[in-house]
T-cell receptor, first 118, second 116 residues
Framework: DSGVTQTPKHLITATGQRVTLRCSPRSGDLSVYWYQQSLDQGLQFLIQYYNGEERAKGNILERFSAQQFPDLHSELNLSSLELGDSALYFC?????????????????FGPGTRLTVL | AQTVTQSQPEMSVQEAETVTLSCTYDTSESDYYLFWYKQPPSRQMILVIRQEAYKQQNATENRFSVNFQKAAKSFSLKISDSQLGDAAMYFCAYRWGPSGNTPLVFGKGTRLSVIA
């Protein structure tokens, strides 16, 4: 157990709909990352938040948005869903800069949310 | 932009044998980290091993070791004494910068089968 939680585990919805994926990082971690893994593909970085602020953006579609709340949990909103959005969505967290010990350069992954768009 | 390439979509190994998975990367940065992640059928991402670019010594974790060739931008994973539980997708990943707070760039993965 990485300490990162994601809900829901599975989500089935129809094209055109909107969904929200939720992530709670490990206690003390300030960074949250969202990754998308399409069928039999590697993980693609979508977006990163650090202590409530957007830090980096990857291949995130305009139909997708995210935010990080004061309690550091994050939500990824996917709208106008298309069949091609079906994927496994991972959240990861990492400790703040200057953290001592071996964790400081590691990202800890949640179990993922499997989204199926029909 | 940084890229990570895994040229072997699939590999197989006999139980108890040794297998090497290849990874190359492209970056102009001098300060970065490299990782191998394992993704079993459960789909959980599990960190196998990591390497700091500034360290010349190759990282090892029990049966897992890497061959890090910085000039060649190569980062291969060697699994010794392969076990049935090693069967999984393996992803090579890169992250730049001295802090932990930068995104990972992943290769497309290598599917490893272990034959009993």
């Amino acid at each position: 157990d990485s300490g990162v939680t994601q809900t829901p585990k599975h989500l089935i919805t129809a094209t055109g709909q909107r969904v929200t994926l939720r992530c709670s990082p490990r206690s003390g971690d300030l960074s949250v990352y969202w990754y998308q893994q399409s069928l039999d593909q590697g993980l693609q970085f979508l977006i990163q938040y650090y202590n409530g602020e957007e830090r980096a953006k990857g291949n995130i579609l305009e139909r997708f948005s995210a935010q990080q709340f004061p309690d550091l949990h994050s939500e990824l909103n996917l709208s106008s869903l298309e069949l091609g959005d079906s994927a496994l969505y991972f959240c990861a967290s990492s400790p703040p800069s200057g953290t001592s010990g071996g964790d400081y350069n590691e990202q800890f992954f949640g179990p993922g949310t499997r989204l199926t768009v029909l | 932009a940084q890229t990570v390439t895994q040229s072997q979509p699939e590999m197989s190994v006999q139980e108890a044998e040794t297998v090497t998975l290849s990874c190359t990367y492209d970056t102009s940065e001098s300060d970065y980290y490299l990782f191998w992640y394992k993704q079993p059928p459960s789909r959980q991402m599990i960190l196998v091993i990591r390497q700091e670019a500034y360290k010349q010594q190759n990282a090892t974790e029990n049966r897992f070791s890497v061959n890090f060739q910085k000039a060649a931008k190569s980062f291969s994973l060697k699994i010794s004494d392969s076990q049935l539980g090693d069967a999984a997708m393996y992803f090579c990943a890169y992250r730049w910068g001295p802090s932990g707070n930068t995104p990972l760039v992943f290769g497309k993965g290598t599917r490893l089968s272990v034959i009993a």
